[in-house]
Structure formats: structure tokens, C-alpha cells
T-cell receptor, first 115, second 116 residues
Framework: GNSVTQMEGPVTLSEEAFLTINCTYT??????LFWYVQYPGEGLQLLLK?????DKGSNKGFEATYRKETTSFHLEKGSVQVSDSAVYFC??????????????FGKGTKLTVNP | EAGVAQSPRYKIIEKRQSVAFWCNPI?????LYWYQQILGQGPKLLIQ????????DSQLPKDRFSAERLKGVDSTLKIQPAKLEDSAVYLC??????????????FGPGTRLTVT
């Protein structure tokens, strides 16, 4: 089946540290890949996306590259800030047999950045 | 632009009671989704509407859950009767379309349900 596996959390870093959150996927077909972020008390927001192999998604200093050969979409940021503290979800999107588009999420990784 | 609205934000009920959640999507968004997010897990799609028709309800426990989207705008999700394992955050999301090109799903703040 289609699934997403994320790095177990929680992750705690100091401000300006380098961040990597690993994400791998299993899918039939050619999914689009996403990172969503959920700040405390808020709804999920799309952080970045990539729709085909070797695409790089980027936003707010975060980056992730769609690696088909390793079925991965790892999230990285060179220098984290306290305001990046949130839960991060990796997700894939596939068009179903019925023609609808469906998001499948990983379990989420909680990031805490200390000053 | 107003975001996706949901109410109530929190609800506590006893098992075997019924409960309903309401969602108002972003104006003009034809597609509406309900997700269930159990603590420590990612959101799981329960049902997807295109206008007021159901596109996908394959993961909706139909013996106790029901949803409707009248007039292709607001939607309600109902649980009757509730079980302890229904304790979760129920998220509503909307998007412009869901075909071919991916359009971003915009999520509401969610309703946190506790079943005791």
C-alpha cells in the first residue's frame, strides 16, 4: 500500500543548528510529495512540495529534494530559529482509481528549538 | 481571505453519545475533506466531497460516522454512537480542485474530541 515513514521525534535543537527530518515513502505510481507544518494551536499549513523526481521544494529556508532512487524526501534547514518549533508532517499525494487526489501523511515529527 | 472555519474547537462526550462537527470551507473551494488525527499519528482521510457529491469515503466507518455537504458549501460530520477510540482531532480542509494538478489543501484549526 501507500505509506509514509518519518523520523521519530521529538527533535530538540539549539537556535542556528542544522535540521534534518528524514522521510521515506512507499507508493504505487508517481506521487507528489509534501511537507506540512503545524504550529502550536494552529491548523496544518503547506510548507513545500515537489511533484516529480529530482524536483526541489523550498520555502522559509526549508528545502527537500524528491529522490526517486531512494524513495525519500528529507526536510532540511541550515539554521533553525525558535519560531520553527512545530510539528512537521511528510505526505504523499496520489490520484486514486476514482480520479480523486488523496493525501497520505506520516506520523509527524515534533521539533523544539531552544534559544 | 478567511480561512477554513470549524466548530466547536473542543468537545467532551461520554461513549455511546452522539456528536456533530461543522466546517465552513474557503469561499469558492469545491473540494472539502474531513480527516481524523489520533494523538501521535498523522491525519487520516475520512471522506472527500467534490461540491456536494462524495468522491471518496473508503475509510469512513459508516456504521457510526456520517457526513453531508448541503449545497456544496458547509459540511457536517456526525458520530453516533461514539466510542472511546474516536477520541481524536477532526480536521476539515478545502481546496480548489483535486484533479491532475495538485491544488493546496487549506486546513482548519480542528475540533478536539474526547470520549470518556
Amino acid at each position: 500500500g501507500n505509506s509514509v515513514t518519518q523520523m521519530e521525534g521529538p527533535v530538540t535543537l539549539s537556535e542556528e543548528a542544522f535540521l534534518t527530518i528524514n522521510c521515506t515513502y512507499t507508493a504505487t505510481g508517481y506521487p507528489s510529495l509534501f511537507w506540512y507544518v503545524q504550529y502550536p494551536g494552529e491548523g496544518l499549513q503547506l510548507l513545500l512540495k515537489a511533484t516529480k523526481a529530482d524536483d526541489k521544494g523550498s520555502n522559509k529556508g526549508f528545502e527537500a529534494t524528491y529522490r526517486k532512487e531512494t524513495t525519500s524526501f528529507h526536510l532540511e534547514k541550515g539554521s533553525v530559529q525558535v519560531s520553527d518549533s512545530a510539528v512537521y508532517f511528510c505526505a504523499l499525494s496520489l490520484v486514486t482509481q476514482g480520479g480523486s487526489e488523496k493525501l497520505v501523511f506520516g506520523k509527524g515529527t515534533k521539533l523544539t528549538v531552544n534559544p | 481571505e478567511a480561512g477554513v472555519a470549524q466548530s466547536p474547537r473542543y468537545k467532551i462526550i461520554e461513549k455511546r453519545q452522539s456528536v456533530a462537527f461543522w466546517c465552513n470551507p474557503i469561499s469558492g473551494h469545491a473540494t472539502l475533506y474531513w480527516y481524523q488525527q489520533i494523538l501521535g499519528q498523522g491525519p487520516k482521510l475520512l471522506i472527500q466531497f467534490q461540491n456536494n457529491g462524495v468522491v471518496d469515503d473508503s475509510q469512513l466507518p459508516k456504521d457510526r460516522f456520517s457526513a453531508e455537504r448541503l449545497k456544496g458549501v458547509d459540511s457536517t460530520l456526525k458520530i453516533q454512537p461514539a466510542k472511546l477510540e474516536d477520541s481524536a482531532v477532526y480536521l476539515c480542509a478545502s481546496s480548489l480542485v483535486d484533479r491532475a494538478l495538485y491544488y493546496e489543501q487549506y486546513f482548519g484549526p480542528g475540533t478536539r474530541l474526547t470520549v470518556t
